[in-house]
């Protein structure tokens, strides 16, 4: 059973950091873009960002830019995301996700239903 494992959530106040990680478990995860998303309650489930395997292409959304870093270690097989300046509005259960789709080395995808392997989720809360 393939599955992706993250951690780092939590709670902090606004401009505050946290690290996200996501580690698969049952198969290396080298190969595949990876992206993360997130949901919030009421809304539809959004990409953050995403990252090609071989960590040359990144995709941040518009709100996050600048504040967000997505970045892999293939050794590790783990994929963090680094988020800086939180807001309240980041507040969102985060997913990381693993599209096997063989791209290139700039392949990512924005689209979720793209992604096959999904992690079952970490909670970021944000305080004002």
């Known amino acids: 059973q393939v599955q992706l494992l993250e951690s780092g959530g939590g709670l902090v106040q606004t401009g505050g950091s946290l690290r996200l990680s996501c580690a698969p478990s049952?198969?290396?995860?080298?190969?595949?873009?990876m992206g993360w998303f997130r949901q919030a309650p009421g809304k539809e489930r959004e990409i953050v960002g995403a990252?090609?395997?071989?960590?040359?292409?990144?995709y941040y959304t518009n709100s996050v830019k600048g504040r967000f870093t997505i970045s892999r270690d293939n050794a590790q097989n783990t994929v963090y995301l680094q988020m800086n300046s939180l807001k309240p509005e980041d507040t969102a259960v985060y997913y990381c996700?693993?599209?096997?789709?063989?791209?290139?080395?700039?392949?990512?995808?924005?689209?979720?239903?793209?992604?096959?392997?999904w992690g079952q989720g970490t909670q970021v809360t944000v305080s004002s």
């Open positions: 990252i090609s395997w071989s960590g040359d292409n990144t």
């Open positions: 996700a693993a599209d096997r789709t063989y791209g290139g080395r700039t392949y990512y995808s924005t689209d979720p239903y793209n992604y096959d392997y």
């Open positions: 049952g198969r290396t995860f080298s190969i595949y873009a």
